[in-house]
Structures are given as structure tokens and as C-alpha cells.
């Protein structure tokens, strides 16, 4: 099964400040079949990128995905205290299908 | 608006089976959408259980094929996870969502422990 590894494991950024999240995979990631998810404490994951580059309904535009192959990066442009959370990739190119460890987003 | 509610004992003993249920509201369970279970644990983070069309076809985790049987009632809304021989490895909070590679809806979760 694809392994996907992401870094750093925290990241603790002030309010305003661009937040950038890695994922690697261990094979190559076919068609960008790669999504990030947001799980807030005590909450359920939530989708917000897929295809990864492509935001899901309603989640805005301060939010973007890149990347291809096995490298890819969600950036969070201008933090808000909002958007303490960890950030999960997720591959599903090939089945199973894969999820990252995880970055913990911290506000100052 | 989709909703998902899990729900099941929340203790289990060790080598026996647990058993949860998700109710689906919002979406009818045999739209074209298939319908996943996901658990979390605090050692292996998410991982993917299995899945399920309204027609009954299913595809699981390698990992816990052996182990794992998910299975709809189309009339009350409603699909369900059973998984056998259980062990404290299984204790984890246990999602059910929609979707069968990208998840849109999830449950609020629920918290199963495995313990005599």
C-alpha cells in the first residue's frame, strides 16, 4: 500500500501568517488522486482539497493544494485562530486507500 | 443537509464482535454514493475499514478482510459494521462517511474500547 509521510509533525504559526504542509508518498500518486482533510479537536475530519488542487464545497479560497507525483503541499494563506486543527493527506489513487500521520497546526 | 449518527456498545471484550450501525439522513442510501466505515487510533492515526454500494457489493481493507463484514438495510436508511475476534489493537474511534475514495459527510464519530 502507498505510505504517505507528512512534515513537519507541528507547525506553530501567528495569526496572518502563510502555513505550508508537505505530503510524500512513497509511490507515485497517479492522476493527483491526492485530497487533504481538516479535523478540528473533538470534531470529524473534513474534506478540503481533492484532486489536489481542487477545493471542496465551501471551504475558502485561503486554502490551496499543489503538487503531483509524490510530493504535494497544502498552503493555508493568512492564519486565522480558526484554523487550529490537524491536516490529514489522503491518497486514493490505488486501494486501500491511505492517510498521513498528520500535521498539528498551531496559532500563536 | 446529509447527516451520519453512529451508534453501538461502547465496550467490547476482548475476542468478541463488534458491532456498530450508522443512520443516514438527508441521502438516500441507495443514491449512487457508497458508504464507508474509517476509525482513529492515537498509534495508526485514520484508516480506511471498507465500503458498500446499496446493491450490496462491498470492498475492505486488506489488513482486516478477514475479520470485516459491512452490510446495508436499505429500508431503514442505515448500514452496519461488524468486526470479529476483536483485540485492544481494535479499541479506536470508528467513523462512518460518505463516499468510497473521497469522504464529503462523516458521522460524529463514536469511541470503542476493547476491554475484559
Known amino acids: 500500500e502507498i505510505v504517505l509521510t507528512q512534515s513537519p509533525g507541528t507547525l506553530s504559526l501567528s495569526p496572518g501568517e502563510r502555513a505550508t504542509l508537505s505530503c510524500r508518498a512513497s509511490?507515485?500518486?497517479?492522476?493527483?488522486?491526492l485530497a487533504w482533510y481538516q479535523q478540528k479537536p473533538g470534531q470529524a475530519p473534513r474534506l478540503l482539497i481533492y484532486?489536489?488542487?481542487s477545493r471542496a464545497t465551501g471551504i475558502p479560497d485561503r486554502f490551496s493544494g499543489s503538487g503531483s507525483g509524490t510530493d504535494f503541499t497544502l498552503a493555508i494563506s493568512r492564519l486565522e485562530p480558526e484554523d487550529l486543527a490537524v491536516y490529514y493527506c489522503?491518497?486514493?489513487?490505488?486501494?486501500?486507500?491511505?492517510f498521513g500521520q498528520g500535521t498539528k497546526v498551531e496559532i500563536k | 443537509q446529509v447527516q451520519l449518527q453512529e451508534s453501538g456498545p461502547g465496550l467490547v471484550k476482548p475476542s468478541g464482535t463488534l458491532s456498530l450501525t450508522c443512520a443516514v439522513s438527508?441521502?438516500?442510501?441507495?443514491?449512487?454514493?457508497?458508504w464507508s466505515w474509517v476509525r482513529q487510533t492515537p498509534g495508526k492515526g485514520l484508516e480506511w475499514i471498507g465500503e458498500?454500494?446499496?446493491?450490496?457489493?462491498?470492498n475492505y481493507s486488506p489488513s482486516l478482510k478477514s475479520r470485516v463484514t459491512i452490510s446495508v438495510d436499505k429500508s431503514q436508511n442505515q448500514f452496519s459494521l461488524k468486526l470479529t475476534s476483536v483485540t485492544a489493537a481494535d479499541t479506536a474511534v470508528y467513523y462512518c462517511?460518505?463516499?468510497?475514495?473521497?469522504?464529503?459527510?462523516w458521522g460524529q464519530g463514536t469511541l470503542v474500547t476493547v476491554s475484559s
Open positions: 462517511a460518505r463516499g468510497q475514495q473521497l469522504f464529503d459527510y
Open positions: 438527508g441521502d438516500s442510501i441507495s443514491s449512487t454514493n457508497w
Open positions: 458498500i454500494y446499496h446493491s450490496g457489493s462491498t
Open positions: 509511490q507515485s500518486v497517479t492522476s493527483s488522486y
Open positions: 484532486g489536489a488542487f
Open positions: 489522503q491518497q486514493y489513487d490505488r486501494s486501500p486507500q491511505t
